[in-house]
C-alpha cells in the first residue's frame, strides 16, 4: 500500500512538473505560418518571429519591415529600404544588436525583435501601432483580425502583410 501511495504522489509530481513547463512556455508563432502574427495580447507577438539574415529568409516584406526599424533608429539610410538582408543590413543589424546589449549578430530573431517590440505604442485602439524610432522617425503597423501584422512604407499608404514568404511593396522590385 506504502509503494502506491508513494508511486501516485510520483507520477502526480510528475504531471505537475510538466504541466507547470506547458504552461511556462512562451506562445510559438512559425515562420511557416508565412506572416508576422500573434494571437492574444499583442505585446508578445514579436518574441516568437524570425530568424531573418543574409542567409536566412533574406528577401520578403519582413525584411523590409526591419529595414525601417533601421532607418527610424538612424542605423540606416532611406533609401536602403529595398527587402534585401543584404551586407549593409547585416552591418546596421550587428550596430543596432550592439548597441542595445545583445549578441551582435546580424541575425534577427526573437530576442532583437522583442527588444525593438518595446518601441511599439497603440495608436487609435489595440489594431493600430506605431514604431518610435529617433526623432520624429516613426512606422505605422496594424494587426489584423486574424492575428497577422501590416505595414505602410510612407505617405503612399501602401499597407502590405508582413510576409516571410514574399516581397511586395513596390520599392522591393
Known amino acids: 500500500m506504502f509503494l502506491r501511495i508513494r508511486a501516485a504522489t510520483m ?3 510528475v504531471a505537475t512538473a510538466g504541466a507547470v513547463v506547458i504552461v511556462a512556455a512562451p506562445a510559438s ?7 508576422v ?9 514579436w518574441n516568437d518571429e524570425g530568424p531573418i ?11 523590409a519591415m ?15 529600404v529595398d527587402c534585401r538582408f543584404g551586407a549593409v543590413t547585416t552591418a546596421a543589424t550587428k550596430r543596432w544588436q550592439s ?15 522583442a527588444r525593438a517590440a518595446t518601441r511599439l505604442s497603440t495608436y487609435e485602439g489595440d489594431n493600430w501601432f506605431y514604431y518610435d524610432g529617433l526623432g520624429s522617425n516613426v512606422i505605422y503597423f496594424g494587426r489584423l483580425p486574424d492575428g497577422r501584422w501590416d ?11 508582413l510576409a516571410y514568404t514574399s516581397a511586395t511593396f513596390s520599392i522591393c522590385s
Open 53 to 63: 539574415s543574409a542567409s536566412t529568409r533574406s528577401y520578403n516584406n519582413v525584411v
Open 99 to 113: 548597441d542595445r546589449g545583445l549578441v551582435s549578430d546580424g541575425v534577427v530573431g526573437p530576442r532583437t525583435l
Open 37 to 45: 502574427a500573434g494571437s492574444g495580447t499583442w505585446t508578445d507577438d
Open 151 to 161: 505595414m505602410s512604407l510612407g505617405p503612399d499608404l501602401e499597407w502590405k502583410p
Open 11 to 13: 507520477a502526480m509530481a
Open 66 to 80: 526591419w529595414q525601417k526599424i533601421l532607418v527610424a533608429d538612424g542605423y540606416l539610410a532611406a533609401s536602403g
Open 29 to 35: 508563432a512559425s515562420v511557416s505560418q508565412g506572416y
